[in-house]
Nanobody, 122 residues
Framework: QVQLIESGGGLAQAGDSLRLSCAVS????????MGWFRQAPGREREFVAA????????TYADFAKGRFTISRDNYENTGYLQMNNLKPEDTATYFC???????????????WGQGTRVTVSS
């Protein structure tokens, strides 16, 4: 089994920055790619960003481009999502997930964390 624990969420004002972390433990042999997703109240979960095992390949949702940066530290088995210039519409619960391939579809990710809440006020 693989366990993922997100942290770093909280309250922010528009324009602020937050860095989310995702600590991965357990049997990590098949957790090559890491993705971040988010779910706002009353909405479906959506893709935010994903990164390959070595970190050389990343992909972002359009709303994340230029504001969010995904990264990972494989030595520490931790992934990160740096979020800058936050907007009220970024308010959501953010989830990290791992899987074999870097993809935008949540169905491609086998293991998920419980999420960390981000609230951005205007």
């Amino acid at each position: 089994q693989v366990q993922l624990i997100e942290s770093g969420g909280g309250l922010a004002q528009a324009g602020d920055s937050l860095r989310l972390s995702c600590a991965v433990s357990g049997r990590t042999a098949d957790t090559y790619a890491m993705g971040w997703f988010r779910q706002a109240p009353g909405r479906e979960r959506e893709f935010v960003a994903a990164i390959s095992l070595g970190g050389g390949l990343t992909t972002y949702a359009d709303f994340a481009k230029g504001r969010f940066t995904i990264s990972r530290d494989n030595y520490e088995n931790t992934g990160y999502l740096q979020m800058n210039n936050l907007k009220p519409e970024d308010t959501a619960t953010y989830f990290c997930a791992t899987g074999r391939l870097i993809r935008r579809s949540e169905s491609e990710y086998a293991f998920w964390g419980q999420g960390t809440r981000v609230t951005v006020s205007s």
